[in-house]
């Protein structure tokens, strides 16, 4: 079940960034987190590893869309 909602919010966190929403960045990291739970229950280190890398990234775009929102402020 755990892998399901994972492959849903990772797809649809990815569609979201496509249409330039932010919040797709937040929905990709529920699904790594989904994803890094599924790697403990099926002892997968490379799942929960690539996922942990994922989720950085994640929080890293997110952070980046953010510092962009403000500079396109600032030019206002």
């Known amino acids: 079940m755990i892998d399901w909602l994972g492959l849903s919010f990772t797809l649809l966190g990815s569609l979201s960034v496509i249409k330039k929403k932010k919040i797709g960045f937040l929905l990709m990291l529920i699904g790594c987190l989904c994803w890094i739970g599924f790697g ?3 002892e997968s280190i490379a799942v929960i590893i690539t996922n942990i890398i994922f989720s950085v990234v994640n ?8 510092e962009n ?3 396109e402020i600032k030019k206002d």
């Open 59 to 66: 929080g890293f775009g997110y952070y980046r869309w953010n």
């Open 40 to 42: 403990i229950q099926v």
């Open 69 to 71: 929102d403000k500079n």
